[in-house]
C-alpha cells in the first residue's frame, strides 16, 4: 500500500450521531484537488446513549464517540415528566469545546432526534410538552456548538449541515425559522429544502427522502458548493441477493437471524402480493387457497453406494422424508453373470429351459431358432419381398402380404419432420419465427408456460372418491384418478382388517409396536401430532406465495445493508450492534444516516473546502449548485 504524503485533512464534529452512519461515511470520504488529497479527520460524535455510542466506535474503528446529554433542565423535566438525579448537570459550552478536543471543526454535523417530527406520530401528540422539548435540541443543540466555537476557539465551522424528516417543514416551521435567523446573523448562507433523497445520492437500494439544511459560511468559503451527482437507484434484490442466506448466522451474525413471527403473520405475508401491503388481504380469495406440505430435499432419493449415507429419520420411506430410503446396489450384475435367460433364443434340437411364470423375451428363454421356415424352391420366393420403386413389379397373385410380394419401398413419403416439430419454446428467450402452418407437429408451437403453477384446487376432481349412493360427475376425455373423479366408494367389498390399521396414536403414550409391514394401512403407523402451530404461535416458516417466492421479513442485518452499513466491521466480524436488544438495533439503524450517501455529500463538502483553499470562487460548471453565493444586486434583463 502506497502511503501519502500530501493529505490535507478537514475536521469534522457530529452532534446526535447515534451509531455513526454519518460518521463512517465522512470517513470514507476523499477528494483529490490541485496535487493534493483531502480528507476528512472526526473530532467527535456526541451522543446522549452509551450504548449508541459503544456501536458508534465498534463501526468506525474510531474512540470518538463522546457520550453527552444535550437536554437543558427544562427540556430534561418535559421529556423524562421528573426532575434530574443530583448529579445530573446541563452541558456547558466548554463540555463541548472539550469534545472537540478544542478545535473549531471545519465541518458540523447535527442529526438531531426527529421523533416529534415524524408523521409516524400522531398530530396531538407531537404538540405536547414533552415532544416539544426534544423537537428544541435542533435549535439548542447548534447554539451551544457555535457558543464554543465562538467563546473559546474565536471562529466559526465553515459548513454546517443537519438532518432531519421531510415533516419539519410543517410540524417544526418555528424551528426552522429560529435556525435560519440564528445561522444568517452569523454569515451563513443557507439552503433549506425537504427533498433529498439519500437513496440517489448514495446510489442505495431504497428511497430515502429527508430534510437537508446546508449551511456556508461566506467569509471562509466564497465559492459555490456543488449538489452531489445523482446516482440510479438499487433494486432491494441487488443489495441482500449477495448476502449470506437469512437465518445464517455463522456467516451473516446475529442480526442475520429471522424474526420469529406468528402463523397468522406468516400467513398474511403469504397472502399480500409482492409490492402490496395489507388492504390486498381483502381482495384474498381465501376460499380456493390451502396451505399443503411440499416434502424436503431427498423424498425419492437413491443413495450412491460408494457415499455416506444421510441420516436415517423416523419417517423413512421414499418420497416422505429426506431420509435416503433407496440405494444404487452394484451386486446385481444384469449384464455377464445376471440372468442368463434375458433375450436368449434357444435352439430347436436342445431341452427347453425351465418355463417360469414369468416367461417372455425379457425375463426367460423365450424364444426359439426354428428351422422350420427354409429357403427352398417353390416356396413362395415372394414373400414378404420389399419391391424397389425403380424396378418392375412381380407379378400379381391372389394370395395375402405373408405370400406375395406386395409391399413397396416408397420414396414419395419424406418421413424427414420440419425443423422445431413438436418444439416447445423456453419462457425466457426470444419466440422463433411465427409460420404461416404454426402447428405444433409443424413449427415451435408450444412453450413451457410457468404461470400455470400445479396448486390445490385447480382440479377439483383430482383424486375424488364418489359416494355410491349419489350421480356421478362428468366422464372426461382424460379418464384418470389425477384428472378426474374416476374412484368410487364401493360398499360391496366387505374386508376385516387387522387390528390397529389405519390406526392413530396418542403423541403423550408410548408408541405400539413397530411391525415389518408398518404403514397405515398395516399397523398403527400414524400420529396426532401437536406441533401443527396455532394462529399466535411464534416461530419461522417457509410458505410460498403463489407468485412462487416467499414472503418474509427483512433480517436486521439486510436492514443495515439496505442502510449502506459494511459487511464486515473492522475487526473482522460480520456487522453487529452489542449491547442491545433486535428491536433496538433496528431503531439504530434505521434512525442512521446511510454512510454511503454521507460519503457523497462528504466528497462535495472537501471538494469546496479544496477550491476555497485554491482560491477559486468561480467557474463554469454543468454540476448543479446546493449552496451558492447570495447576490447583492437584483438580476436584470439583457436586451
Not at 490535507?8 to 451509531?19: D, M, N, Q, S
Request: aromatic residues 8%.
Amino acid at each position: 500500500m502506497e502511503a501519502l504524503e500530501n493529505i490535507e485533512y478537514k475536521t469534522a464534529a457530529v452532534l446526535f450521531g447515534g451509531i455513526g452512519g454519518e460518521s463512517a461515511g465522512l470517513l470514507k470520504s476523499q477528494v483529490e484537488y490541485g496535487g493534493k488529497v483531502y480528507r476528512f479527520k472526526l473530532l467527535c460524535s456526541i451522543d446522549s446513549d452509551p450504548v449508541a455510542c459503544h456501536n458508534h466506535d465498534l463501526i468506525t474503528g474510531e474512540k470518538t464517540a463522546v457520550q453527552m446529554d444535550l437536554f437543558r433542565r427544562w427540556q430534561y423535566e418535559a421529556w423524562h415528566g421528573h426532575e434530574p438525579p443530583e448529579d445530573w448537570q446541563e452541558v456547558t459550552p466548554w463540555d463541548v469545546w472539550v469534545a472537540f478536543k478544542k478545535q473549531v471543526p471545519f465541518f458540523l454535523f447535527l442529526s438531531p432526534p426527529c421523533k416529534g417530527l415524524s408523521g409516524l406520530l400522531p398530530q396531538a401528540k407531537s404538540e405536547s410538552k414533552k415532544y416539544q422539548a426534544m423537537n428544541y435540541l435542533t435549535v439548542s443543540g447548534l447554539e451551544i456548538a457555535l457558543e464554543a466555537c465562538l467563546e473559546y476557539g474565536g471562529s466559526l465551522p465553515a459548513i454546517i449541515q443537519l438532518e432531519n424528516v421531510p415533516r419539519i417543514t410543517s410540524r417544526g416551521k418555528p424551528l426552522l425559522r429560529q435556525l435560519k435567523k440564528l445561522l444568517e446573523k452569523f454569515g451563513y448562507v443557507v439552503s433549506i429544502r425537504a427533498d433529498h433523497n439519500l437513496g440517489e445520492i448514495g446510489g442505495l437500494g431504497q428511497s430515502r427522502v429527508r430534510f437537508l439544511l446546508k449551511a456556508r459560511h461566506e467569509a471562509q468559503i466564497p465559492n459555490v458548493i456543488y449538489y452531489p451527482e445523482k446516482k440510479p437507484l438499487r433494486s432491494i434484490g441487488d443489495v441482500i441477493g449477495a448476502l449470506p442466506a437469512p437465518g445464517d448466522t455463522e456467516v451473516g451474525g446475529p442480526l442475520h437471524r429471522l424474526p420469529r413471527l406468528q402463523w397468522k403473520t406468516w400467513m398474511r405475508l403469504a397472502l399480500i402480493p409482492a409490492g402490496g401491503d395489507w388492504r390486498d388481504l381483502n381482495k384474498v380469495d381465501w376460499q380456493n387457497l390451502r396451505v399443503v406440505h411440499e416434502p424436503r430435499r431427498g423424498a425419492f432419493g437413491v443413495a450412491d453406494w460408494r457415499e455416506p449415507s444421510r441420516a436415517v429419520t423416523s419417517t423413512a420411506g421414499p418420497g416422505r422424508s429426506n431420509g435416503v430410503t433407496a440405494v444404487s446396489d452394484p451386486r446385481l450384475q444384469i449384464g455377464g453373470e445376471g440372468k442368463t435367460n434375458i433375450l436368449r433364443v434357444q435352439r430347436s434340437d436342445e431341452t427347453a429351459m425351465c418355463v417360469t411364470g414369468s416367461a417372455g423375451p425379457h425375463q426367460g428363454g423365450a424364444c426359439i431358432s426354428d428351422p422350420n421356415l427354409t429357403e427352398r424352391s417353390g416356396r413362395h420366393p415372394a414373400q414378404y419381398r420389399i419391391v424397389r420403386a425403380d424396378e418392375p413389379g412381380p407379378c400379381v397373385t391372389g394370395t395375402r402380404f405373408g405370400s406375395g410380394a406386395i409391399a413397396v419401398a416408397d420414396p414419395r413419403v419424406n418421413t424427414k419432420l420440419h425443423p422445431d416439430s413438436y418444439g416447445v419454446q423456453d419462457w425466457d428467450a426470444t419466440a422463433k419465427t411465427v409460420r404461416s402452418a404454426n402447428r405444433i407437429m409443424q413449427a415451435a408451437g408450444s412453450i413451457s408456460d410457468p404461470r400455470i403453477s400445479d396448486r390445490a384446487g385447480r382440479y377439483t376432481d383430482k383424486f375424488r372418491v364418489q359416494a355410491d349412493g349419489q350421480p356421478a360427475a362428468t366422464v372426461t376425455g382424460t379418464t384418470g384418478v389425477q384428472s378426474g373423479a374416476q374412484l368410487v366408494a364401493d360398499p360391496r367389498v366387505q374386508s376385516a382388517p387387522r387390528a390397529d390399521t389405519m390406526g392413530v396414536q396418542d403423541w403423550d403414550k408410548t408408541a405400539k409396536t413397530v411391525t415389518g409391514s408398518m404403514d397405515v394401512h398395516a399397523g398403527a403407523a400414524a400420529i396426532a401430532d401437536p406441533r401443527i402451530p396455532a394462529d399466535n404461535e411464534q416461530g419461522v416458516w417457509m410458505i410460498i406465495a403463489q407468485d412462487g417466492t416467499w414472503h418474509r421479513p427483512l433480517t436486521t442485518y439486510e436492514l443495515a445493508m439496505l442502510q449502506s452499513f459494511p459487511t464486515h466491521l473492522p475487526d473482522g466480524r460480520p456487522f453487529q450492534l452489542e449491547g442491545c436488544s433486535d428491536a433496538k438495533a433496528r431503531e439504530y439503524i434505521g434512525n442512521a444516516v446511510p454512510r454511503d450517501a454521507a460519503e457523497a455529500m462528504g466528497n462535495v463538502i472537501l471538494l469546496a473546502a479544496a477550491q476555497a483553499e485554491a482560491g477559486i470562487t468561480f467557474e463554469m460548471s454543468w454540476d448543479p449548485v446546493w449552496v451558492s453565493p447570495e447576490e447583492d444586486q437584483m438580476p436584470a434583463m439583457v436586451h
